[in-house]
C-alpha cells in the first residue's frame, strides 16, 4: 500500500487563527498535560480566559489532534481531538487534518504502535525530559487512502475502541470496589479485631476499639527517624554501594527495594543520612505520596520525606503497615504529629 509523509494530511504546529480573532476576554479550553488522554479521563472542560493563555502556551482549533511530545507521556499513546478552540500545554504537538482528510484518520495514526515505537527512536534531549520532534511527526509515513475508506476504518475502530473502553471501565470499577472491601475488612480488623465487643478509645474518628485491644503511642512503639537528600552536583555522593529510599519508592507495598543508591562518602558527610535495617516501616509524610508506607526489604537510607519506624517489639511492623493503610485517611492528616498519633495492638 502506498505511503505518504503525516504532512500531507495534517498541518504539523500550525498558526492559530481562530485563537487569534478571538477577544482577550473570551473564555477559551484549556489543555495541561494530566487533561490530555485517549479514553474517559480525557477533561475538556477547563476553562480559562484568552487573555491569560496569549503567551506561552501552544494553541489548537476544533477538531486538531493533540499529541504529547514528552516522555513518558507520549509513549502512553494519549493523543486526543480538541473540542474547541483554545491553549494548552507545550508539550504539546498539534495535527490540523487538511481538507478531505477524516480528522480521526490522524488521530488513530499518532495512535498507532508504529508511530509510538518509531518516535521513540527520535526522541532528543537529556535523560527522563526527552522530547519527540516536530520532524518525526511531519515525515512519518501513513498509508495514503481515500476519505471514504479513512471513514470507514475510523468508525470500524471508533466502535471497536468504544467496546474496549467499556472493558476498562467495568475493570476499573471492579478493581476499585474491591480495593475498598479490602479497606474496609482492613480497617474493622485493625479497629475491632475478630471479636464485635468493642470499648470506648477515647479518640475522636476512632471511637471504639476491640475490647481486648490496648493503645499506643507510635512513639511508645516505635523508634522515629528520618534522612536527608545528598547535594545532587556532587556526582561522588551517589550510584553508590548503599540503598537510598525516597517516597517514590513507597507504593504500599510491604518490600520496598530502593531504586537510587549513595555512597559510604555521601553517609560520611551527612550526619542525617543514618542507615535502617531491614524490617524497617517508612511512611511518607508530605508531598503527593503522603501516607504512603513499606517495609524495607533491605538495609538502607532514606531521604527527608520518609518517616522510619523502627520496632520496639511491642507492634509488628507488619501489622502497623496494615493500620497505617486502613487508617490513611486520617492518618495522613496528622502525620506532621506522626509521633504523638495513636496507634494500637491487639492484646492476645
Not at 225 to 243: A, F, K, L, M, W
Not at 293 to 306: D, H, K, S
Request: glycine share 8%; aromatic share 8%; hydrophobic share 40%.
Amino acid at each position: 500500500m502506498k505511503t505518504i509523509p503525516l504532512r500531507h494530511l495534517a498541518e504539523i504546529n500550525p498558526p492559530s487563527g481562530f485563537f487569534e480573532a478571538l477577544p482577550a476576554e473570551a473564555d477559551v479550553l484549556f489543555l495541561p498535560l494530566e487533561t490530555v488522554w485517549a479514553d474517559g479521563r480525557a477533561d475538556q472542560t477547563r476553562r480559562v480566559r484568552k487573555s491569560s493563555v496569549e503567551s506561552g502556551y501552544t494553541r489548537f482549533h476544533p477538531g486538531d489532534t493533540v499529541c504529547p511530545k514528552v516522555t513518558p507521556t507520549f509513549q502512553a499513546g494519549r493523543s486526543m481531538r480538541a473540542n474547541a478552540v483554545g491553549a494548552g500545554t507545550t508539550e504539546l504537538h498539534v495535527l490540523r487534518p487538511r481538507v478531505g482528510v477524516d480528522p480521526r484518520w490522524v488521530t488513530y495514526a499518532v495512535r498507532s504502535k508504529h508511530f509510538l515505537e518509531e518516535g521513540v527512536t527520535a526522541f532528543q534531549g537529556v535523560a527522563g525530559l526527552q522530547r519527540v520532534p516536530q520532524e518525526f511527526v511531519a515525515n512519518f509515513h501513513v498509508a495514503d487512502v481515500p476519505m471514504g475508506e479513512q471513514r470507514r476504518i475510523a468508525d470500524f475502530l471508533d466502535d471497536r475502541v468504544a467496546r474496549i473502553d467499556q472493558v476498562i471501565t467495568a475493570r476499573r470499577r471492579q478493581a476499585s470496589l474491591a480495593d475498598a472491601a479490602q479497606l474496609e475488612t482492613a480497617r474493622t480488623l485493625t479497629t475491632r479485631g475478630r471479636s464485635s465487643a468493642t470499648r470506648p478509645s477515647g479518640i475522636a474518628w476512632m471511637p471504639e476499639i476491640g475490647a481486648q485491644h490496648a493503645l499506643w503511642r507510635i512513639g511508645q512503639a516505635f523508634t522515629t527517624g528520618s534522612g536527608t537528600t545528598p547535594r545532587s552536583d556532587n556526582v561522588d555522593y551517589y550510584d553508590g554501594e548503599i540503598p537510598w529510599a525516597t517516597t517514590s519508592d513507597l507504593r504500599d507495598s510491604l518490600a520496598v527495594l530502593p531504586s537510587r543508591t549513595v555512597t559510604s562518602m555521601a553517609v560520611a558527610d551527612h550526619s542525617a543520612l543514618a542507615l535502617y535495617p531491614a524490617g524497617t516501616l517508612l511512611v511518607a509524610m508530605y508531598g503527593a505520596t503522603v501516607g504512603r508506607a513499606g517495609i524495607l526489604a533491605v538495609g538502607a537510607t532514606v531521604n527527608q520525606a520518609c518517616c522510619a519506624l523502627q520496632s520496639r517489639e511491642i507492634i509488628s511492623p507488619k501489622y502497623a503497615f496494615y493500620w497505617l493503610l486502613a487508617h490513611r485517611r486520617k492518618v495522613s492528616s496528622r502525620l506532621r504529629h506522626l509521633r504523638s498519633g495513636a496507634l494500637y495492638e491487639g492484646l492476645p
